[in-house]
């Protein structure tokens, strides 16, 4: 059963950073993509970046480019999404999802989702 469990949201000022975690379990990283996705309230949700196999990444979100970037570690199935420079239009609650053999494919799990809140 693929499961993804993510974490390290909470509240942080404008210009803050925030390192969110996707520990992923009942798969391996070295089969899926793992693309963060974002739902604001009353937005849809929408996809901010992704991290193929082989560890290349792939912005869905103009708006994090420079910002935003993603990493992993194999050993402990987990990716990371880094997040500089935050702005108050990034509150959103924040989703791991497990896709497909690549960042286009389907959507096969999604973790519960954490919140992200900037603001001063």
């Known amino acids: 059963q693929l499961q993804l469990v993510e974490s390290g949201g909470g509240l942080v000022q404008p210009g803050g950073s925030l390192r969110l975690s996707c520990a992923a379990s009942g798969f391996s990283l070295d089969y899926y993509a793992i693309g963060w996705f974002r739902q604001a309230p009353g937005k849809e949700r929408e996809g901010v970046l992704c991290?193929?196999?082989?560890?290349?990444?792939?912005h869905y979100a103009d708006s994090v480019k420079g910002r935003f970037t993603m990493s992993m570690n194999n050993a402990k199935n987990t990716v990371y999404l880094q997040m500089n420079r935050l702005k108050p239009e990034d509150t959103a609650v924040y989703y791991c999802?497990?896709?497909?053999?690549?960042?286009?494919?389907?959507?096969?799990?999604w973790g519960q989702g954490t919140q992200v809140t900037v603001s001063s």
């Open positions: 991290i193929n196999r082989s560890g290349s990444t792939t």
């Open positions: 999802a497990a896709l497909g053999s690549a960042c286009s494919g389907y959507v096969a799990s």
